[in-house]
T-cell receptor, first 114, second 112 residues
């Protein structure tokens, strides 16, 4: 079945460590996104990519990095520079313009910093 | 730029009650409008959308009408069920249409 797969579902990290969250899609979508969700808050955009080998910062990119070497994959690295990384991370994809289509989301990755 | 303001929660209702969750927007032009739903422990999924003024989106008994006069896209359901308990997000594209912005979400709990 087509969809978006995020892994791991749960991740624990010690302070000072980098961690990479995986996001893979087989929907043949050009655009991919990373959002962060904190309790009681909406979704905040971290990074997005409209095409392979290109990506843009969202509203809260500091302390995060991404790559888009393949159309299907858009991994997110949470670096030690991210001051408060404990959160629920959601990956999504869409046909190039979200204005006419919809976002398809993965089931999320919950990161806890110990 | 475009923005969206959503009714704060949480909202708690009894089964079979009428539901309204308010959403208002500020936008350049007439972008598509969306409602997404997030069930516990899951990602978001599209619930319904409207692509132009006066359009009504509907799905699973939920409805929302794109009203440009009041810049609103309120979500309604005539008779809620326990299975409707979730967080609901109103959304619209950024001005550039390259990405979507979400409201803060409204948590809905339905009592049996």
């Amino acid at each position: 079945d087509g969809g978006i797969t995020q892994s791991p579902k749960y991740l624990f990290r010690k302070e000072g460590q980098n961690v990479t969250l995986s996001c893979e899609q087989n929907l043949n979508h050009d655009a991919m996104y990373w959002y962060r969700q904190d309790p009681g808050q909406g979704l905040r955009l971290i990074y997005y990519s409209q095409i392979v080998n290109d990506f843009q910062k969202g509203d809260i990119a500091e302390g995060y990095s991404v790559s888009r070497e393949k159309k299907e994959s858009f991994p997110l690295t949470v670096t030690s520079a991210q001051k408060n990384p404990t959160a629920f991370y959601l990956c999504a994809s869409s046909i190039a313009s979200p204005n006419t289509g919809e976002l398809f989301f993965g089931e999320g990755s919950r990161l806890t910093v110990l | 730029g475009n923005s969206v303001t959503q009714m704060e929660g949480p909202v708690t209702l009894s089964e079979e009650a009428f539901l309204t969750i308010n959403c208002t927007y500020t936008a350049t032009g007439y972008p598509s409008l969306f409602w997404y739903v997030q069930y516990p422990g899951e990602g978001l999924q599209l619930l319904l959308k409207a692509t132009k003024a006066d359009d009504k989106g509907s799905n699973k008994g939920f409805e929302a009408t794109y009203r440009k006069e009041t810049t609103s896209f309120h979500l309604e359901k005539g008779s809620v069920q326990v299975s409707d308990s979730a967080v609901y997000f109103c959304a619209l594209p950024y001005s550039s249409a390259s990405k979507i912005i979400f409201g803060s979400g409204t948590r809905l709990s339905i009592r049996p």
